[in-house]
């Protein structure tokens, strides 16, 4: 990994986990992310999405990245599209045995995202975490919390 200017952590909560992407970063850590809800309708998307909510709690990884990463990401993610936009946010890391509070940036929709008609606002079971992460053996060793 090169590096170009400071590490900051970012939250992967759903293609950067399913499609593997934290196995890049050797840094990946399970994380906790409170006050955001994960929702998913594979009739609008492939992917999820991350909304407020202020009595949910998602489970995600965090890795290290550089800003070149993030300028990629943001590519990734649409922001010049005005899909999703990136913040700053409080998460729980688990470093060893315990959860320390660090602050990372994570991807949510825009406002004009939210507002499609199929937007899955109605997810309050978490489909992507019971059928997509969890079908990734892979994970059980890395993450087992996800289980």
């Known amino acids: 990994m090169?590096?170009?200017?400071?590490?900051?952590?970012?939250?992967?909560?759903?293609?950067?986990?399913?499609?593997?992407?934290?196995?890049?970063?050797?840094?990946?850590?399970?994380?906790?992310?409170?006050?955001?809800?994960?929702?998913?309708?594979?009739?609008?998307?492939?992917?999820?999405?991350?909304?407020?909510?202020?009595?949910?709690?998602i489970l995600a990884v965090c890795f290290l990245v550089n800003d070149k990463h993030l300028e990629h990401f943001d590519r990734?993610?649409?922001?010049?599209?005005?899909?999703?936009?990136?913040?700053?946010?409080?998460?729980?890391i688990k470093m060893d045995d315990a959860w320390i509070t660090i602050e990372a940036w994570i991807y949510l929709p825009t406002g004009g995202t939210m507002r499609h008609p199929l937007f899955p606002w109605d997810d309050s079971?978490?489909?992507?975490l019971n059928d997509e992460i969890r079908k990734l053996v892979e994970l059980q060793g890395c993450f087992p919390e996800f289980f």
């Open 125 to 128: 079971k978490d489909r992507w």
């Open 2 to 57: 090169s590096s170009s200017g400071s590490n900051q952590w970012l939250v992967g909560y759903g293609t950067f986990i399913t499609k593997g992407t934290w196995k890049r970063y050797p840094s990946s850590k399970v994380c906790k992310v409170p006050g955001f809800r994960r929702v998913y309708n594979p009739e609008m998307a492939w992917y999820p999405f991350a909304i407020v909510d202020e009595q949910a709690e």
């Open 76 to 92: 990734i993610e649409g922001v010049e599209l005005g899909l999703y936009e990136r913040i700053k946010k409080e998460v729980f």
